[in-house]
Structures are given as structure tokens and as C-alpha cells.
């Protein structure tokens, strides 16, 4: 892990430079970027498993990459009623805003020829649900309620592992 002390001044700009000087440059990270996505392509969950390992569960070995029904029912089991009751409030009311935005097809005439906007969903989605110290559940309320009013057959949650190596 990199540590930068940032040294505090009365000078903002000065702060800001300090602070613009820590952000790699797009092409090093584009670059790195790229490595993953092909080694990803290349090797598959072997290589989710080993950037897993690598980046976010200290060199421990993380978990199975996919949650069982049988994890997720006991999970559920173990919710406080009232926070599990308040999630799926959460899910109908997202839903039903979400359900609103969805558009039907649209078409401009301009006399000589027309264009229409048609809103199609994806065949599956992935909503991505940032690890840290405090779990976030509208992370995943806002993404599968507007996937599901969207009309995505499948989605999928990821979250990264812990130190650990759980993703529970």
C-alpha cells in the first residue's frame, strides 16, 4: 500500500496540484486495465479468483465467486425482520418509479422520412456493489429494481471480496 501525505496550506491550488499529481496518467491505467480484461477472457473465473486473491482478500483465498440458495435463504433467515421488511418496501417503491421512466416507442415524422426511439432491454445486467466497512443495500435495490422494471431477464450482483475472502 502506497501512503502520500498531502500537506495542508492555505494555497488551494497548491492543494490541488499536490493531489493532481497522485492520479496515474489515463494511458497506465488503460493499459493496466486492458491486462485484466484480456487475462479475464483468457482464463476466466481462474483469473477473477486470482485478482481476487491479489487485490482485495490480502493473499487469502477467497470464497466461491457465485452465492448458493441455500446461502442467500439463510442470509434472509438471519435479516431483522424490520430491515428485511424495509428492504422489500424499498424494491416495490424503486420498481414503481422505474416502471414510470420506461418509455414506449417513439416516433418523430419530418415529412420526408420519420425516426423512432425505441427503448430495448438488455439480455443481462450486472449491478456492482462497492465492499468497504458499510454495506450499502440501495446499491442494490436501485440497480435490480430498474433492471427488473427495464424488463433484464437476468441480472447479476457482484461484490468484492473482504480481507477475509467472504463477499457475504
Partial sequence: MRLEIIRATDDAADV????RSLVPDGGSVA?????IVDDVKAAGDAAVR???KLHDTRGSDP???RVS???LTAARAQMDPAVAAGIELALTNVGRVALAA???DVTVDFGDHSVSVRETPVTRAAVYVPGGRAPYPSTVVMGVATARAAGVPSVAVCSPASAAGSTR
Avoid at 31 to 35: G, I, L, S
Fill in 69 to 71: 440458495e441455500a446461502e
Fill in 16 to 19: 490541488a496540484a499536490q493531489l
Fill in 102 to 104: 420506461v418509455h414506449g
Fill in 50 to 52: 486470482r485478482y481476487t
Fill in 63 to 65: 470464497l466461491a465467486l
Fill in 31 to 35: 493499459t493496466a486495465v486492458a491486462a
